[in-house]
């Protein structure tokens, strides 16, 4: 990859540390929303579980069934493992490196909740959720899953040392596993202690970018971990240097522009969809999944 000016490579506006929101015993840390963020336009919400780990005979995920309507969510598998089953008929069990890509769409009811062999034996546990908004056009398509085992997704060496794990969008030659409905390019970025790598994004494009662990530079500006890094829209790159071995959740969008209205599990444009949302779901039209 070559190497772009300087004037090129996005500027940092503002650094967001997530903020402790514990879920019963499931540690869990919320970088978006944030205080001075209330979205990163698509992308609406990220939730960071663990790392921690648990005992044998545990009571797993809390995550029972429960409605969305309007977005997409993301489910990055860090460690451990999660089961899925949704009300479209989906099922699958993701273990450690694997993805799983829900559209939501007009309505879905799913459970992520830990497998058996989880419950009975415990170990390490990590898990990223990144809710991606659908322009309004889209927010009816029919709900669709995709569930990816870490050896399903490719692994690209970037010139730096760095790993891409490519889950959507394309990267060179490469295409992602993934095929997005808005053009949403995602991956999860590892870097070692002293990579530097300059990672290319289209202008106009809007980076979503969170360390999950180690420390490194964006832009030159430090990050730690459990920040998300917001950037500006005009460069065509990012450039991150890491001061230690680093992992990170990388991927850009482009800007949907319409008003959010979001009401728990639902995100709509207007408030009047959030009631339809409300009295669909009530009257079963998401169809059911048992507990």
């Not at 490579?9 to 997530?18: E, F, G, K, S, Y």
């Amino acid at each position: 990859m070559s190497d772009l000016s300087v004037s090129s490579v996005r500027r940092v506006i503002a650094l967001h540390p997530a903020h402790r929101d514990d879920i019963g015993d499931l540690t869990t840390r919320r970088p978006l929303p944030a205080r001075q963020l209330e979205q990163l336009d698509p992308f609406l919400f990220l939730n960071h579980h663990g790392p921690q780990v648990y005992p044998a005979n545990n009571q797993g995920l809390p995550f029972g069934p429960h409605p969305h309507r309007g977005f997409e969510t993301v489910t990055f598998i860090l460690e451990g493992s999660l089961a899925h089953a949704d009300s479209a008929k989906h099922q699958s069990v993701i273990h450690k490196g694997g993805v799983q890509w829900m559209t939501a769409g007009s309505g879905i009811v799913h459970a992520e909740i830990s497998p058996p062999e989880f419950l009975r034996e415990g170990g390490p546990l990590e898990i990223l959720q990144l809710w991606i908004n659908l322009p309004s056009r889209l927010k009816m398509s029919k709900p669709r899953y995709v569930g990816l085992q870490q050896d399903s997704i490719p692994s690209i060496t970037l010139p730096g040392g760095a790993e891409l794990n490519l889950i959507a969008g394309e990267w060179g030659d490469t295409r992602g596993p993934i095929e997005t409905l808005t053009n949403v390019f995602m991956s999860t970025l590892k870097l070692p202690a002293g990579a530097r790598e300059q990672l290319p994004v289209a202008p106009g494009r809007q980076v979503f970018l969170y360390i999950v662990n180690g420390d490194v530079t964006v832009g030159g500006e430090p990050a730690k971990p459990h920040q998300l890094v917001e950037l500006d829209r005009d460069g065509d790159s990012v450039v991150i240097e890491a001061a230690s071995d680093a992992q990170l959740l990388f991927g850009h969008g482009d800007v949907i522009d319409e008003p959010v209205y979001s009401h728990g599990p639902f995100v709509m444009t207007t408030r009047d969809e959030i009631v339809q949302a409300v009295e669909d779901y009530q009257a079963g039209k998401f169809g059911g999944l048992s507990a």
